[in-house]
């Protein structure tokens, strides 16, 4: 049935005794989150339970407080948790390609750090005193004295006996040789010996031949003692040292005596330092080999005593809560840093730096998840450090150079953390559905509302929600006239009279330009008026759009007729979304119809310019039609259907009831009133369907409307289900007050037939006819008409064919 919308009906007012106070500086501000029972329920789980793959997906549109509300409820977690240990990197002494990591108390990171560093420092100090001593000099002298005295004793007896058979030892620059002497004892020339007989010459020989034996053997000797000699000194330099020096690191190995991965590089740093005491002595000067050249000082490296630390946790209160905003591969895994020194590349431990899987292990870690999509190697990077349980610092190009380049590869750190994503629900179900790791992954599900109820209790917290931001950003009170016309704004965002938005990031911004406003005209607190102020301006800047078509409806190059009555023409409403502004737009719907067999022909979907739903909604229409006037006859007729001036795609199924009055009318021929507008979708059964955007649909037809000037026969006819939809203008409330425009709702399509065209629809008799004079008899009777016509045209060709074949 045809219903005047009663105007209690157009809009829902915050009655200021909701709101007992003032201004919100007699509030408190909001202390939790509001309207996402679901989503806090959700959070509390997924961050309570500690199981494998139990990580969270925040799903909800953007502007609702996602990343808001999880970083507060995780920075209040985090304090209550036991803070996390340090981590670092040192150098590995077996295999100095692959660091080792160790984890150590937490802010005992950096202390360790300091203790290698005075460590070395106090080595590098007082390890060459120790060689430089008295004590040391004089035992290092006894051991290479007795050396050289049994040295000298091999020699010396060598040589004697060497004499006696008339041989003498002789240094050369090839060493050491015997040579035969005269009884002058002068070395026996060439070819003196060649003069001599050969009996001479054999036992010369043959004496020779033993005597350079035993020079072999106490040369092997003398080697054999050298070595000894050697040992002997670097025994003596490990005792020195040790004894100096050792209980440094006995100090240290005491101090952190419950940490076994600790002793153990301790005991590896002590084992180096005893093996290269020599990088700890005095360095000599290198001379030059040419006068005018300066040879830059060569200084052993130490920092392989250094220790890296990678994660320091010494300033936390609890564990590490890390949101990060740029997710790319090494910004999550960490990477080796380089640096170039003469062309060439270089790199060691103490340049592996940590990402956010390191800062946040043991604690939480947020993360965008189209971000994290959009950054190549991370999302999959990620996945396998949840399921293989170890943070990895790895270099993820190497596999695409054409030279393998050798670089470290440090040690993996074990991983606890629980990873958070927010993003859409687009993102959330594609994931979900696309890929099988992710569900087993990412099993809780936080799924946050884009509207809430509008009640006492949660106008109140908007209310709140008002006054926190007045702290945080040092906006102006609001008066609670004020706090009534954001809850009705927040009313009108949720398109519901009992539903307040929860897409709060619109709502920041109306309070920061209303409280401009209130600034610009010099007020105390935020009123109304700068609420409705914010509001007009906010619109003022971006319907530019909306102004070019109400001009180019004015000018008629957009043809709409606000005035008359016309056969087939219908004025349907539709929605323009810019992304940053919607608004409603009148669009003129035609239909021709004439006897044919063709049926209905959507002129948009013959050209490729109709989507999905509103071919669907055309083939309700014809089964509409069928199921009310082909009762007792075929539907017989060909029709066109149509938006006219449409140079763009059409979707939805709105103009579902415009598109069969406007049929409807072109078969019965009875005109249409072209001072109303309509929009609803339908049903097979004509029960009219509500449909999105209603208030901008009728603001839209209003505005059209008002080019010509308010008649009071203006009107738009909407679904009686949209009525808790309204949330109109105020401009348009009062003309609907003043009666210079209507709103009209029906819940059947025949409702407004009567509106539309002045006659009545007519109920369908026991005999399957319409009453003579109502609507449907005249679309009835147009229709039959249709039918034999074609029958007729039928008859003449079948006797024809007939007399042919005879």
């Known amino acids: 049935m045809l219903r005047k919308v009663a105007k209690e009906e157009l809009y829902k007012c915050c009655e200021l005794s909701e709101l007992p106070f003032k201004t919100t500086d007699e509030i408190s501000s909001l202390k939790e989150t509001i309207g996402q029972k679901r989503a806090l329920s959700a959070l509390k789980f997924g961050l309570g339970i500690d199981s494998h793959g139990f990580n969270i997906y925040i799903l909800g549109e953007s502007g609702t407080g996602k990343m808001t509300t999880i970083k507060t409820i995780l920075e209040e977690k985090a304090k209550n948790e036991p803070v996390p240990n340090d981590w670092c990197y040192v150098y590995n002494f077996k295999n100095p390609d692959v660091p080792r990591a160790l984890s150590l108390p937490p802010g005992t990171g950096l202390a360790f750090q300091k203790d290698m560093v005075e460590l070395v420092t106090a080595l590098r100090q007082e390890i060459p005193k120790i060689f430089e001593s008295k004590e040391y000099e004089k035992q290092r002298s006894k051991i290479l004295e007795d050396f050289q005295q049994k040295q000298k004793k091999y020699f010396t007896d060598l040589e004697e006996e060497a004499k006696e058979k008339d041989f003498t030892l002789r240094k050369t620059v090839s060493g050491l040789v015997l040579l035969p002497v005269k009884t002058t004892g002068e070395t026996l020339s060439e070819e003196e010996y060649e003069a001599l007989e050969p009996k001479v010459k054999k036992k010369i020989e043959t004496i020779g031949k033993e005597l350079q034996d035993k020079l072999d053997d106490v040369i092997r000797i003398v080697r054999e003692e050298e070595k000894k000699i050697k040992d002997m000194m670097t025994q003596l330099e490990r005792q020195a040292t040790l004894s100096s020096v050792g209980h440094r690191i006995d100090e240290l190995k005491n101090k952190y005596k419950d940490n076994t991965n600790i002793l153990n590089y301790l005991e590896e740093v002590k084992e180096d330092i005893l093996e290269h005491l020599d990088d700890f002595k005095p360095q000599e000067e290198q001379v030059p080999s040419l006068p005018f050249m300066r040879l830059s000082k060569t200084e052993p490296s130490f920092i392989r005593y250094s220790v890296n630390v990678l994660v320091n946790n010494s300033e936390l209160k609890g564990v590490p809560v890390v949101i990060e905003s740029n997710p790319t591969y090494y910004n999550l895994f960490g990477r080796v840093e380089h640096k170039v020194q003469y062309g060439i590349a270089i790199t060691d431990f103490t340049m592996i730096k940590a990402g956010s899987l390191q800062m946040a292990n043991g604690g939480y870690l947020v993360v965008d998840a189209l971000e994290l999509l959009k950054n190549i190697f991370s999302y999959d990077s990620l996945k396998r450090t949840i399921k293989e349980k170890v943070i990895k610092i790895e270099d993820v190009w190497e596999q695409y150079r054409l030279i393998s380049t050798i670089s470290l590869k440090p040690e993996a750190i074990p991983f606890n953390v629980k990873v958070v994503l927010i993003g859409n629900p687009r993102l959330y179900y594609l994931l979900y559905n696309l890929d099988e790791e992710y569900r087993e992954?990412?099993?809780?599900?936080?799924?946050?509302?884009?509207?809430?109820?509008?009640?006492?209790?949660?106008?109140?917290?908007?209310?709140?929600?008002?006054?926190?931001?007045?702290?945080?950003?040092?906006?102006?009170?609001?008066?609670?006239?004020?706090?009534?016309?954001?809850?009705?704004?927040?009313?009108?965002?949720?398109?519901?009279?009992?539903?307040?938005?929860?897409?709060?990031?619109?709502?920041?911004?109306?309070?920061?330009?209303?409280?401009?406003?209130?600034?610009?005209?010099?007020?105390?607190?935020?009123?109304?008026?700068?609420?409705?102020?914010?509001?007009?301006?906010?619109?003022?800047?971006?319907?530019?759009?909306?102004?070019?078509?109400?001009?180019?409806?004015?000018?008629?190059?957009?043809?709409?007729?606000?005035?008359?009555?016309?056969?087939?023409?219908?004025?349907?409403?539709?929605?323009?979304?810019?992304?940053?502004?919607?608004?409603?737009?009148?669009?003129?719907?035609?239909?021709?119809?004439?006897?044919?067999?063709?049926?209905?022909?959507?002129?948009?979907?013959?050209?490729?310019?109709?989507?999905?739903?509103?071919?669907?909604?055309?083939?309700?229409?014809?089964?509409?039609?069928?199921?009310?006037?082909?009762?007792?006859?075929?539907?017989?007729?060909?029709?066109?259907?149509?938006?006219?001036?449409?140079?763009?795609?059409?979707?939805?199924?709105?103009?579902?009831?415009?598109?069969?009055?406007?049929?409807?009318?072109?078969?019965?021929?009875?005109?249409?009133?072209?001072?109303?507008?309509?929009?609803?979708?339908?049903?097979?059964?004509?029960?009219?369907?509500?449909?999105?955007?209603?208030?901008?649909?009728?603001?839209?037809?209003?505005?059209?409307?008002?080019?010509?000037?308010?008649?009071?026969?203006?009107?738009?006819?909407?679904?009686?289900?949209?009525?808790?939809?309204?949330?109109?203008?105020?401009?348009?409330?009062?003309?609907?007050?003043?009666?210079?425009?209507?709103?009209?709702?029906?819940?059947?399509?025949?409702?407004?037939?009567?509106i539309l065209t002045g006659m009545p629809p007519g109920e369908i008799q026991p005999d399957g006819t319409y009453p003579e004079g109502s609507f449907n008899f005249m679309v009835a009777k147009k229709l039959k008409e249709f039918s034999e016509a074609l029958k007729a045209e039928k008859g003449p060709e079948s006797r024809e064919g007939n007399n042919k074949k005879d």
């Open 441 to 754: 992954l990412f099993k809780v599900k936080a799924d946050y509302e884009n509207r809430m109820d509008r009640n006492t209790e949660n106008m109140l917290r908007y209310a709140s929600f008002v006054k926190t931001k007045c702290d945080e950003r040092g906006l102006m009170p609001f008066d609670n006239n004020a706090i009534a016309k954001v809850v009705e704004y927040g009313s009108r965002l949720a398109e519901h009279q009992q539903k307040l938005s929860a897409k709060f990031s619109e709502i920041a911004d109306i309070l920061r330009e209303s409280d401009y406003w209130a600034r610009y005209n010099k007020n105390s607190v935020v009123t109304s008026q700068d609420i409705e102020k914010a509001l007009e301006e906010k619109i003022y800047r971006s319907n530019k759009v909306e102004q070019k078509i109400l001009e180019a409806t004015q000018e008629g190059t957009i043809l709409i007729d606000t005035e008359g009555a016309v056969i087939g023409q219908i004025n349907g409403l539709s929605v323009l979304d810019l992304g940053d502004y919607s608004f409603g737009m009148p669009s003129r719907i035609t239909a021709k119809s004439y006897a044919g067999r063709a049926g209905i022909i959507n002129i948009e979907r013959e050209t490729k310019m109709s989507g999905k739903i509103h071919e669907k909604a055309i083939l309700i229409l014809t089964a509409y039609l069928g199921g009310k006037y082909a009762i007792k006859q075929s539907l017989s007729l060909t029709a066109s259907l149509t938006f006219e001036q449409l140079y763009g795609g059409i979707e939805g199924d709105s103009a579902t009831c415009a598109e069969v009055y406007a049929l409807l009318s072109s078969i019965s021929g009875v005109p249409l009133k072209q001072c109303y507008a309509i929009t609803g979708s339908m049903n097979q059964h004509g029960q009219v369907q509500p449909i999105g955007g209603v208030n901008e649909k009728i603001e839209g037809f209003f505005e059209v409307c008002k080019l010509n000037a308010l008649s009071g026969e203006h009107g738009v006819i909407i679904p009686k289900r949209n009525l808790m939809n309204l949330m109109l203008k105020k401009e348009v409330i009062d003309a609907v007050l003043n009666g210079k425009f209507n709103i009209y709702c029906i819940d059947n399509v025949e409702d407004g037939i009567e």
